[in-house]
């Protein structure tokens, strides 16, 4: 069973690092019409709102996770424009604090409702260590530096994938198809009408970023984007 809070604390190290290195965080991101500094931006200020999150579940503060969604992306353009240092610095910061509050979650908070907005969508308290695991892990490879889904351990694809495979059996248009990796892996939804076959990085890819470089099919049917 993968170690979540093992693998948050080891790719946000990775994340920080990569960040520090990039000559440019005026540069273009994987996220459309973010830059690399909106994305180290989000990030940040994912890990505060996860950290009330936490406060919510455990203390039963009743907070959600963003005031709503104006607020959260002004936050997020509140923070662009600033020297590189500080960006990397808020990141680091801000992950400091939440890495000791999601160790205070227990099974007993698993089945808690929590909200992202007032009266908006909602998740289990269960769900808050993979959340920032994603957050992190999708975001250092929206950096388009040179870490990719191909980085992670094998254990991460896997886990990455089913959790996306679940998100597209929930959209109103669920696709049909099986996927195939190299690495002998095979999945189904829908019919499993379409055969799409690639590595685990090349699957995931196509999964989370709708990127058909690494996938090789006669037909790829449309996805439902994510995070």
Same mark, same amino acid.
């Given at each position: 069973?993968?170690?979540?809070?093992?693998?948050?604390?080891?790719?946000?190290?990775?994340?920080?690092?990569? /960040?520090?290195? &990039?000559?440019?965080?005026? !540069?273009?991101?994987?996220?459309?019409?973010?830059? =690399? *500094?909106? $994305? #180290?931006?989000?990030?940040?200020?994912?890990?505060?709102?996860?950290?009330?999150?936490?406060?919510?579940?455990?203390?039963?503060?009743?907070?959600?996770?963003?005031?709503?969604?104006?607020?959260?992306?002004?936050?997020?353009?509140?923070?662009?424009?600033?020297?590189?240092?500080?960006?990397?610095?808020?990141?680091? /910061?801000?992950? &400091?604090?939440?890495?000791? !509050?999601?160790?205070?979650?227990?099974?007993?908070? =698993? *089945?808690? $409702? #929590?909200?992202?907005?007032?009266?908006?969508?909602?998740?289990?308290?269960?769900?808050?260590?993979?959340?920032?695991?994603?957050?992190?892990?999708?975001?250092?490879?929206?950096?388009?530096?040179?870490?990719?889904?191909?980085?992670?351990?094998?254990?991460?694809?896997?886990?990455?994938?089913?959790?996306?495979?679940?998100?597209?059996?929930?959209?109103?248009?669920?696709?049909?198809?099986?996927?195939?990796?190299?690495?002998? *892996?095979?999945?189904?939804?829908?019919?499993?009408?379409?055969?799409?076959?690639?590595?685990?990085?090349?699957?995931?890819?196509?999964?989370?970023?709708?990127?058909?470089?690494?996938?090789?099919?006669?037909?790829?049917?449309?996805?439902?984007?994510?995070?």
């Amino acid at each position: 069973m993968t170690d979540l809070l093992a693998a948050i604390d080891d790719h946000t190290a990775r994340l920080v690092a990569d /960040a520090r290195s &990039a000559d440019d965080l005026a !540069a273009p991101s994987l996220c459309e019409g973010w830059t =690399r *500094d909106h $994305v #180290l931006n989000h990030v940040a200020r994912n890990a505060e709102a996860l950290c009330r999150l936490v406060a919510a579940a455990v203390d039963g503060t009743g907070e959600t996770m963003y005031a709503s969604p104006e607020a959260r992306d002004g936050d997020i353009d509140a923070g662009v424009g600033r020297g590189a240092e500080v960006v990397v610095d808020d990141v680091e /910061a801000t992950a &400091a604090p939440l890495a000791t !509050a999601l160790r205070r979650l227990t099974p007993e908070h =698993r *089945d808690l $409702v #929590l909200e992202r907005t007032p009266g908006g969508p909602t998740f289990k308290g269960g769900m808050l260590l993979f959340m920032r695991l994603r957050e992190v892990v999708y975001h250092h490879v929206d950096l388009d530096t040179q870490f990719g889904f191909h980085d992670l351990a094998g254990d991460l694809q896997v886990l990455f994938i089913e959790n996306e495979l679940k998100r597209q059996q929930g959209a109103p248009d669920c696709p049909s198809l099986t996927l195939r990796s190299d690495e002998g *892996d095979v999945w189904s939804i829908g019919d499993g009408g379409a055969d799409i076959v690639g590595s685990r990085a090349g699957i995931l890819r196509w999964l989370a970023r709708q990127d058909p470089s690494g996938v090789r099919g006669e037909s790829l049917p449309d996805l439902t984007a994510g995070l």
